[in-house]
């Protein structure tokens, strides 16, 4: 069976649509769920741990998460959100540390953001979709 296939949301107990998955060198798992906001959490064992991120659509706000990469140097955790054209940095424990993008069409904006990958020596990947073209942001 697909874990992705199982997974429930855990309020309601209704069935989650989810998008993109990661798993960090701990072995927990981050399922990205486009229609909740949320990002849900799960050990090694797949018990459920905790979730985080908010709908919405201002700043610090999942309109439309699509995609999760994980930073273990660093114990970052990226979510690209497609809507708002940025991305949300959160560390390991949930907490937003800062999101950059934002619409535009220069470098270091994003138009419509659709997949995130972090290399191994922590420079962010981003797929810009509407601009055509993979960014390469260095964190500081």
């Known amino acids: 069976y697909n874990l992705i296939d199982v ?18 060198d701990s072995g927990f798992i981050y399922l990205v769920s486009e229609e909740t906001g949320h990002i849900y959490v799960y050990d090694e064992n797949r018990k459920f741990i ?5 709908k919405g659509g201002s700043s610090g706000k999942l309109s439309r998460p699509r995609a999760v990469a994980i ?12 809507m708002r054209h940025t991305v949300n940095t959160y560390d390991k424990n949930g ?4 999101e950059f993008g934002g619409m535009g069409y220069s470098d270091g904006w994003l138009r419509f953001p659709t997949d995130i990958s ?9 797929t810009d979709l509407f601009n055509h ?3 390469l942001f260095k964190p500081y």
């Open 7 to 24: 997974m429930y949301h855990e309020e309601d107990d209704k069935k989650v649509k989810l998008v993109n998955v990661a798993i960090d």
């Open 50 to 54: 905790y979730q985080f991120g908010e």
């Open 71 to 82: 930073d273990n140097k660093r114990g970052w955790v990226y979510v690209v959100d497609y």
């Open 95 to 98: 907490n937003l540390l800062f």
């Open 118 to 126: 972090v290399g191994k020596d922590g420079d962010v990947i981003v």
């Open 133 to 135: 073209r993979v960014q």
